[in-house]
């Protein structure tokens, strides 16, 4: 049974967790965006419902939500059982930094990819008309909580190697 005091977390995992609610907070957030450069073009996106002008991360793809739950999942699984010494020393530290790399790594590849959530006849009228697809606040926030956690994540790893060496001894 896991131990879940809570007086026993320390800083890295609640940081963890706090970063993984910080991503959930960026699911809902805006992820894609379109923005026009001439005024007609603009004026006429402000008219389209705002679903076809903003996508948040649940309408952005899988490259845009699946990321997000990788930061998330090793956050709250670090707070209820880090304090598990088998758990621990099972891997659990590696583990959360393995989950968040990869997290980095889709968000990169969906940043990357972000114009193919249209089609290639939506991208085409799009640039006929001036009109950019661009990024919303939420995919900021959602690497910013990543990084953090991945920071956070790796001074566990190396907090956890130091606890295994002076236990040999």
């Known amino acids: 049974?896991?131990?879940?005091?809570?007086?026993?977390?320390t800083w890295r995992e609640w940081l963890g967790l706090a970063a993984g609610l910080l991503a959930l907070v960026a699911l809902?957030?805006?992820?894609?965006?379109?923005?026009?450069?001439?005024?007609?073009?603009?004026?006429?996106?402000?008219?389209?419902p705002a679903n076809d002008v903003t996508r948040d991360a649940w309408h952005a793809g899988f490259l845009a939500w699946a990321p997000l739950f990788l930061v998330f999942l090793p956050g709250l699984a670090v707070v209820l059982f880090g304090r598990v010494g088998a758990v621990?020393?099972?891997g659990l530290p590696h583990l959360w930094l393995?989950?968040?790399?990869?997290?980095?790594?889709?968000?990169?590849?969906?940043?990357?990819?972000?114009?193919?959530?249209?089609?290639a006849d939506q991208r085409g009228i799009f640039s006929a008309a001036g009109i950019e697809i661009g990024t919303g606040l939420?995919?900021?926030l959602g690497l910013a909580a990543a990084?953090?956690?991945?920071?956070?994540?790796?001074?566990?790893?190396?907090?956890?190697?130091?606890?295994?060496?002076?236990?040999?001894?």
């Open 88 to 90: 621990r020393r099972a």
């Open 28 to 48: 809902f957030l805006p992820w894609t965006t379109l923005t026009a450069s001439r005024p007609e073009i603009e004026d006429a996106l402000t008219t389209l």
């Open 147 to 169: 990084v953090v956690s991945a920071v956070v994540a790796f001074l566990d790893v190396r907090l956890l190697r130091a606890e295994t060496r002076t236990r040999r001894r």
């Open 98 to 119: 393995m989950a968040v790399i990869g997290a980095l790594l889709l968000m990169v590849l969906g940043w990357t990819t972000l114009d193919w959530q249209f089609d």
């Open 1 to 9: 049974m896991p131990d879940l005091a809570l007086k026993r977390v």
């Open 138 to 140: 939420g995919r900021y």
